[in-house]
């Protein structure tokens, strides 16, 4: 058990020790143990400990030099307690300027430095806790859009659903009006298409009454002696029958005329025939 408690109080004094070495950073204080030699960080030399903080720049990082201004590469840590810790370079110590906020940088100058870290410590935990208030508030109000956000978004939805549901309703309104009207408009689409097509055979039967007036009347002009028949001579007497420009209607162009007229009515008689049967259909 005296072992142990020798032990624990060897590692106190190193500790002890290690904490007064002016400027060391606490993260390497495992490296810089009174009771034996020092090896710079970086391994480029091992040294006596008395040469730790002699003002001399013995390693090339500049280690074994934390308290001094010696080496140009080293580091001074600031304690700054009470506020926030950080290191300088090493070349600003004892330069006559407070750097850290304890003046622990300007230990052997004229530089009379104030102890500002609790100061400044007091103002940045001012700082923090209106940070907080505005992280907090910004978070409450994040939550607060997320909400409604949220509940615009279901009332677009339901919107949505009532603007469907009242679009299929009037469709199926606008299906049945649409089938209303064709079932309205069958019967009177049917009287239309009957109207016209007996418009359309009056009209046939007017056009062929006004055709056979007009050849009956041809007729009868050519029909001079009101016999019934047109003659050779009948035709004859008609200058205009005069195809050949001779001045006389031949018995060639008599009988071609007739020929021509015969064929005629045959093809009104066929005509007729046809229009006949159509009724007959119908």
């Known amino acids: ?17 290690a904490a007064e070495i ?13 009771e034996r030699d020092f090896t710079c960080l970086d391994g480029s030399a091992t040294l006596p400990f008395s040469l730790v903080n002699d003002d001399y720049c013995d390693c090339k990082d500049g280690s074994d030099e934390p308290g ?3 080496c140009a590469t080293g580091h001074f840590y600031c304690p700054n307690k009470g506020f926030s810790p950080f290191e300088i370079q090493s070349s600003r ?10 003046g622990a940088d300007e230990y052997d100058s004229r530089a009379q430095c104030t102890d500002m870290c609790a100061e400044l410590g007091r103002k940045a935990e001012t700082e923090k806790q209106k940070q907080q208030v505005l992280q907090d508030s910004g978070y ?7 909400r409604r956000g949220a509940q615009k978004k279901q009332e677009s939805h339901v919107r949505a659903d009532a603007l469907r549901l009242e679009l299929e309703a009037l469709g199926r309104e606008v299906e049945a009006l649409k089938q209303a009207k064709e ?5 009177e689409k049917a009287a239309k298409e009957e109207h016209r097509k007996l418009w359309e055979e009056e009209l046939k039967r007017r056009n062929e009454t006004a055709r056979r007036a007009e050849a ?8 001079s002696n009101s016999d019934g028949h047109v003659s050779v001579a009948e035709l004859q007497a008609r200058s205009e029958l005069d195809e050949d420009g001779d001045g006389a209607v031949g018995d060639s162009e008599a009988l071609a005329y007739l020929d021509q007229e015969q064929a005629h009515g045959d093809k009104e008689e066929d005509d007729d025939g046809d229009d006949d049967d ?5």
């Open 183 to 187: 079932s309205a408009e069958g019967p």
């Open 278 to 282: 159509d009724d007959d259909d119908d």
């Open 93 to 102: 110590v004892n330069d006559g300027v407070c750097d850290c906020c304890d």
């Open 68 to 70: 001094t201004a010696a």
């Open 22 to 34: 002016r400027g060391l950073n606490p993260k390497h204080k495992v490296s810089y143990n009174p």
């Open 140 to 146: 409450k109000l994040r939550l607060d859009y997320a």
């Open 1 to 17: 058990m005296a072992w142990k408690t020798a032990v624990l109080l060897l590692w106190l004094s190193y500790l002890s020790s």
């Open 216 to 223: 009956q009347a041809a007729f009868n002009e050519l029909d």
